[in-house]
């Protein structure tokens, strides 16, 4: 079985400040992660995905993500937070592409 | 080009009637997905088609769901005997379902907002 966990539901940073999104999962079999981004009344978008190349995924936006095996971690972080960073954040895991499971989603707030 | 679009944007409905939503997926993607996105909670599977194969339905929560993809482009989703517990947006996602491993990347529409009085 596979599940995904997003640790925080709302995360509030400074503008300029370091971003860490937390995701940790489960998976029997090597997985293919996902971040997924949705701005306010927008559709989801991909942000970027991990497929068993590099460890270190670079999305759009200068998010990237670490792949972290040991730790069942695929945690989202961004140098230098920007105001337009503002939106809603989910982590995604699949090994078949049948089915993804998707964690209950990370709110991001920036403070100007 | 033309992303993924969904029809209705919103519908209000009352308990125990039916409701169809619609998804168009991006011409040339022969995977979709359909998912449902509860208030507070993350995206909960619903169903997936690939190409002419047997839809994976898995993830519908009850016999009152069903959904039919057409011709491999269009797709519906049916709500049958709506309950309260049903509002929620539904999202629809396609991808090219090239490799079938989930490698690709998924395009998601802007979601059918529906609420159930």
New interface residues.
């Given amino acids: 079985a596979q599940s995904?966990t997003?640790l925080g539901?709302h995360v509030s940073v400074s503008e300029g400040a370091l971003v860490l999104l937390r995701c940790n999962y489960s998976s029997s079999v090597p997985p293919?992660l996902f971040w997924?981004v949705q701005y306010p009344n927008?559709?989801?978008?991909?942000l970027l995905?991990y497929?068993s190349a590099a460890t270190l995924v670079k999305g759009i936006n200068g998010f990237e993500a670490e792949f972290k095996k040991s730790e069942t971690s695929f945690h989202l972080t961004k140098p230098s937070a920007h105001m337009s960073d503002a939106a809603e954040y989910?982590c995604?895991v699949?090994?078949?592409?049948?089915?993804?499971?998707?964690?209950?989603?990370t709110s991001l707030t920036v403070i100007p | 080009g033309a992303g993924v679009s969904q029809s209705p944007s919103n519908k209000v409905t009352e308990k125990g009637k039916d409701v169809e939503l619609r998804c168009d997926p991006i011409s040339g993607h022969t995977a979709l997905y359909w998912y449902r996105q509860s208030l507070g909670q993350g995206l909960e599977f619903l169903i997936y088609f690939q190409g002419n194969s047997a839809p994976d339905k898995s993830g519908l929560p009850s016999d009152r769901f069903s959904a039919e993809r057409t011709g491999g482009s269009v797709s519906t989703l049916t709500i049958q005997r709506t309950q309260q517990e049903d509002s929620a947006v539904y999202l629809c996602a396609s991808s090219f379902g090239i490799s079938g491993r989930g490698q690709e990347t998924q395009y998601f529409g802007p979601g059918t907002r529906l609420l159930v009085l």
């Fill in positions: 995904v997003q539901s293919y997924y927008q559709g989801l978008q991909l995905k497929t989910f995604a699949t090994n078949t592409g049948n089915q993804f499971y998707f964690g209950t989603g």
